[in-house]
């Protein structure tokens, strides 16, 4: 059973960081891209950055994270950051881990809560 456990949330103030961890299990973890999405309130989910498989680590960010979120993963521990600096209110969301097994359904963590806040 495939299992993604997302842990880091919180609340910070704007300009602040915060590292966001998701934990997988149940599935051969080096072989599978890797993604953070992410959903505010009233609004769909977003891509926020992804990351390739293996040892290459290509990534993508979304335009409005570039140059201040870092993803990486560790593909010994089964998991996969996200690095947020230089908060902003806007980017107040629930964040997701997700991961595409191909022939399966997307995997989808329980998300954790970033508020961004004064």
């Known amino acids: 059973q495939v299992q993604l456990v997302e842990s880091g949330g919180g609340l910070v103030q704007p300009g602040g960081s915060l590292r966001l961890s998701c934990a997988a299990s149940g599935i051969i973890f080096s072989i599978y891209p890797m993604a953070w999405y992410r959903q505010a309130p009233g609004k769909q989910r977003e891509l926020v950055a992804i990351i390739s498989s293996g040892g290459s680590t290509k990534t993508n960010y979304a335009d409005s994270v570039k140059g201040r979120f870092t993803i990486s993963r560790d593909n010994a521990k089964n998991t996969v950051y996200l690095q947020m600096n230089s908060l902003k209110p806007e980017d107040t969301a629930v964040y997701y881990c997700?991961?595409?097994?191909?022939?399966?359904?997307?995997?989808w963590g329980q998300g954790t809560q970033v508020t961004v806040s004064s």
């Open positions: 997700n991961t595409n097994v191909p022939g399966r359904p997307p995997y």
